[in-house]
């Protein structure tokens, strides 16, 4: 099936991340909310918590404000990826 990606961020990030899922991962199907500030993440991100399978944020600043607004899992300081159990 096809896995609905909300991605968050400001313009730059966003289009560029955008542009190479849809070249490279056909079955994921980005939306994009783009944001001014980064405080204005955690709001896109409670909207969009049903309208989505999964919400990728651009780096690490919209992901820690989100973060204290929202039930968010944790990612790897080094990576900024979901943490493992080896973090």
Known sequence: ???RLKIIGNNRL???ITHII????????????????NT???SMAKTSK???DAILFSGPSPY????K?????????????PCCTLC
């Open 1 to 3: 099936g096809i896995m």
């Open 14 to 16: 966003v289009e560029k």
């Open 22 to 37: 849809e070249h490279n991962f056909p079955p994921i199907k980005p939306t994009n909310c783009i944001y001014n500030s």
């Open 40 to 42: 204005e993440a955690a």
């Open 50 to 52: 049903d309208a989505c």
């Open 64 to 67: 820690f404000v989100s973060k």
């Open 69 to 81: 607004f929202i039930l968010l899992p944790s990612i790897c300081r080094a990576a900024h990826t």
